[in-house]
Nanobody, 119 residues
Framework: QVQLVESGGGLVQAGGSLRLSCAAS????????MGWYRQAPGKQRELVAD???????NYATSVRGRFTISGDNAKNTVYLQMNSLKPEDTAVYYC?????????????WGQGTQVTVSS
């Protein structure tokens, strides 16, 4: 089992920055994709960004150029640096870590952290 603990959410004014962290504990050996998702009220959960074991990254169009995802394998931690925040970035942000290929059934989610951007 893998447990994920997120931190770093909060309230910020438009144009400001926040950094989210997600630390994993437990059997993380087969985890090789780490990512962040978000869900705004009344909307579906959506991918924000993810990063693979090869350090390849993938970003939602709406955050590209403003957000940066990074991972620290030694600490089993993934980060999301969010700059130039907009009110439409307001959502609950969830960390997700999963395996791929034969390990794709390994799929873990954090409890979520609220990000609120005021105008």
């Amino acid at each position: 089992q893998v447990q994920l603990v997120e931190s770093g959410g909060g309230l910020v004014q438009a144009g400001g920055s926040l950094r989210l962290s997600c630390a994993a504990s437990g059997n993380t050996f087969k985890i090789n994709i780490m990512g962040w998702y978000r869900q705004a009220p009344g909307k579906q959960r959506e991918l924000v960004a993810d990063i693979g074991s090869s350090r390849s990254t993938n970003y939602a169009t709406s955050v590209r150029g403003r957000f940066t995802i990074s991972g620290d394998n030694a600490k089993n931690t993934v980060y999301l640096q969010m700059n130039s925040l907009k009110p439409e970035d307001t959502a609950v942000y969830y960390c997700r870590m999963r395996g791929s290929g034969v390990w794709s059934a390994l799929d873990y989610w954090g409890q979520g952290t609220q990000v609120t951007v005021s105008s």
